[in-house]
């Protein structure tokens, strides 16, 4: 079944399924012949989850001094956010706390829980693993062998 808007020559419009596109339009419930429509666009399915967190504004100057239509219109926005992504857990990201942002950190912050050893390095060095001329950490002194004592 396709489904037709249709429009009699008295002016009545109605719906009528028909079995395929080469049917005969049916009469109208008045008796009147019947033309079919162009069926109105529909943009169903369309969803935007709005702006991300990421795209919130960090600095003063990104909320306008604080002018409080800006204030009001963002904190409005987050809420708004904040409720589709409790109830679309999927869209919320990495919540954790970031760390770093700027300089080496400025394409991908340092968050909480990240490796901090390597990510610094990584960072600082372009490597994984430390500098070897960094400085390590002292090593705990060594205790008497039991064998020998103090001497």
């Known amino acids: 079944m396709i489904l037709y808007d249709l429009r009699c020559t008295q002016g009545h419009r109605f719906e009528a399924?028909?079995?395929s596109m080469f049917s005969d339009n049916p009469d109208c419930a008045?008796?009147?012949?019947?033309?079919?429509?162009?069926?109105?666009v529909r943009r169903l399915g369309e969803a935007s989850p709005g702006r991300s967190?990421?795209?919130?504004?960090?600095t003063w100057r990104g909320i306008a001094q604080g002018h409080p239509d800006v204030v009001r219109g963002w904190h409005r926005e987050m809420t708004r956010r904040e409720k589709l992504e409790e109830r679309h857990p999927e869209l919320a990201g990495d919540r954790r706390p970031v760390l770093a942002h700027e300089g080496a950190?400025?394409?991908r912050p340092?968050?909480?829980?990240?490796?901090?050893v390597p990510e610094v390095?990584?960072?600082?060095?372009?490597?994984k693993?430390?500098?070897?001329?960094a400085p390590s950490a002292p090593s705990a002194p060594s205790a008497p062998s039991a064998r020998g004592g103090a001497r």
Request: glycine fraction near 12%.
């Open 17 to 19: 399924g028909l079995p």
């Open 30 to 40: 008045c008796g009147a012949s019947t033309t079919r429509l162009p069926a109105a």
């Open 53 to 58: 967190r990421e795209e919130m504004p960090t």
């Open 105 to 107: 950190f400025a394409g």
């Open 110 to 116: 340092l968050r909480s829980g990240d490796a901090l």
């Open 121 to 127: 390095a990584k960072a600082a060095f372009g490597t």
């Open 129 to 133: 693993e430390p500098s070897p001329s």
